[in-house]
């Protein structure tokens, strides 16, 4: 099982965005490895604010687009819905490691893998997550990096 971070789900979607293809390469070898690939709904409201704003890769995506991409990833994925215990969770993870602000929202997702018993997460924002290194596995997006054609 691994968790997918809203980074990969973006740069998956946009053709235009510089790790489009390693992300994709990722999401299909861990699919093709039998992999339960999952999100949660505050992945998909992420999701939904990076596409819908420009990115100095792309314009947003028009509404219908967004919506209907965002029910693709919904329907290839696990979806974890944050319940009272991601909540518990999340307030054990705001006492043990040192955070705040914007973290948090970090610290929700892991709450939530811990919630649903997922180990790894897969992301490019690996250094968001160092300090969760203890409670999840990180897996780095770079180990997919198809730019050089080779992989780490």
């Not at 789900?9 to 946009?14: H, K, Q, W």
């Not at 699919?31 to 819908?52: D, F, H, K, P, T």
């Not at 919506?67 to 693709?72: G, H, N």
Request: with cysteine.
């Amino acid at each position: 099982m691994v968790f997918v971070d809203t980074n990969v789900l973006v740069y998956a979607t946009a053709v235009e965005a510089p790790l489009h293809a390693t992300a994709s390469a990722a999401l299909r070898d861990l699919s093709a490895q039998g992999e339960e690939l999952w999100i949660s709904r505050q992945v998909v409201r992420e999701y939904i604010v990076a596409l819908s704003r420009p990115q100095p890769w792309s314009a947003p995506l028009p509404p219908g687009e967004l919506v209907r991409r965002a029910e693709l990833w919904e329907a290839r994925c696990r979806v974890a819905d944050e319940d009272a215990e991601v909540a518990a969770r999340l307030k054990v993870l705001v006492r043990q490691v040192p955070l705040g602000g914007k973290q948090v929202h970090d610290a929700n997702l892991v709450a939530t893998m811990l919630a649903r018993g997922v180990p790894r997460l897969l992301t490019h924002n690996v250094g968001d997550f160092e300090r969760f290194a203890t409670l999840i596995e990180l897996l780095p997006l770079r180990q997919w990096d198809v730019c050089e054609g080779t992989r780490d």
